[in-house]
């Protein structure tokens, strides 16, 4: 491939890997969940939601709110819910299993196509030296991607590279 092209190739790929580092940052490094929130799909939005309600409704712990009301409010670009700092706490407490720093982790080129809108990129520790090597085990992290005319590309999963259904209990799939 000519250099031209390999160049083509990545400009047209830097907005999707863009989008992934600014959740992967914001989520894992700054522990903004508000930030994270604005990277998200709306999709994912309301699977985790779901996600962290299902065992408060089962303790009886939601303080008379409809679940369901409270998953479309969170939904949204910009949350203001009474229920949300509570929900931000907890999901803070979670970042913990995944170490990433700035100088140590990347996004990998090349997404892989998952849908006409969907492509699967992977956040990866960079070795020492800086590039990794074809037969070179490395940490990674599945970030799915789904690209709306509006925002651009957004995260619709992580740690999956399934499709997210909302539902109670949603279904996040597994990498």
């Known amino acids: 491939m000519s ?3 390999d160049y083509a190739r990545y400009v047209t790929q830097a907005p999707v890997m ?8 914001a989520y894992w490094i700054d522990k903004d969940i ?3 929130w604005r990277a998200t799909h709306p999709t994912l939005r309301r699977c985790w939601t779901q996600t962290w309600l299902i065992p408060l409704l089962e303790q009886g712990s939601v303080g008379g709110y409809d679940p369901n009301a409270v998953v479309e409010a969170f939904a949204e670009d910009e949350v203001d819910h009474v229920l949300w700092k509570l929900f931000a706490r907890a999901q803070v407490k979670r970042t913990a299993p995944v170490a990433v720093d700035r100088e140590a982790w990347g996004v990998k080129a090349d997404p892989e196509f998952v849908a006409p809108d969907v492509v699967l990129v992977r956040l990866l520790s960079i070795p020492a030296g800086g590039a990794v090597r074809l037969d070179e085990m490395v940490a990674s992290v599945p970030l799915l991607m789904q690209y709306d005319v509006e925002p651009g590309w957004r995260l619709l999963n992580f740690f999956s590279d399934q499709i997210p259904v909302p539902g109670w209990p949603p279904q996040l799939g597994g990498a």
């Open 34 to 36: 508000r930030g994270a």
């Open 18 to 25: 863009n989008a992934a580092w600014a959740f992967a940052e």
């Open 3 to 5: 250099r031209d092209h």
